[in-house]
């Protein structure tokens, strides 16, 4: 609905709006068509589902976390492998799509996403590899009254 309603502020005005979009084997959250661009839009959505304070001492900020793990051991195995490979094939399908890996923050306070590297070091490398081909990689945040979803602001991607 956000989409339609143009209030993201990562995206111009979208039409032909379809969800669940399939390319190749794979299915992605949106494809749209912004106003003023060329290509085709095409993205993955993931919520970032942790927060945490800030790793540095010197911060009282809090940050939401994408590639957490309760223990905190590093594995081979991803936090979530569809993000990977979600990952990969944007980077392959950046030629014909203006691609995007959005990350969704459900707690409006938060200051900053981090991408847990000691983690999950192969999610962090594909989000690495993806901003280094032109993947549009972003954090926004919600807030939620009386059940209603609301945009409340972007956030940086520490990775």
């Not at 993201?8 to 494809?31: C, M």
């Not at 969704?104 to 306070?109: A, L, R, T």
């Not at 280094?132 to 956030?155: K, M, P």
Request: with cysteine; glycine share 6%; charged share 25%.
């Amino acid at each position: 609905a956000a989409l339609q309603r143009s209030v993201l502020p990562i995206f111009g005005e979208a039409s032909e709006l379809k969800p669940e979009y399939k390319v190749g084997s794979s299915r992605f959250d949106f494809r749209f068509q912004e106003a003023g661009m060329e290509k085709p839009t095409l993205v993955e959505v993931k919520l970032a589902g942790h927060t945490m304070k800030s790793p540095d001492p010197e911060s009282d900020e809090t940050c939401a976390v994408f590639g957490f793990r309760a223990d905190g051991k590093s594995r081979k195995a991803p936090v979530s492998s569809r993000a990977v490979k979600h990952l990969r094939e944007l980077i392959t399908l950046n030629e014909q799509f203006n691609t995007h890996f959005l990350f969704v923050c459900p707690w409006p306070d938060t200051d900053f996403l981090r991408i847990c590297g000691e983690t999950d070091p192969t999610c962090h490398q594909a989000i690495v590899d993806a901003i280094e081909a032109g993947v549009q990689v972003n954090c926004l945040c919600f807030r939620w009254e009386n059940g209603d979803c609301f945009y409340h602001s972007q956030i940086p991607v520490h990775y």
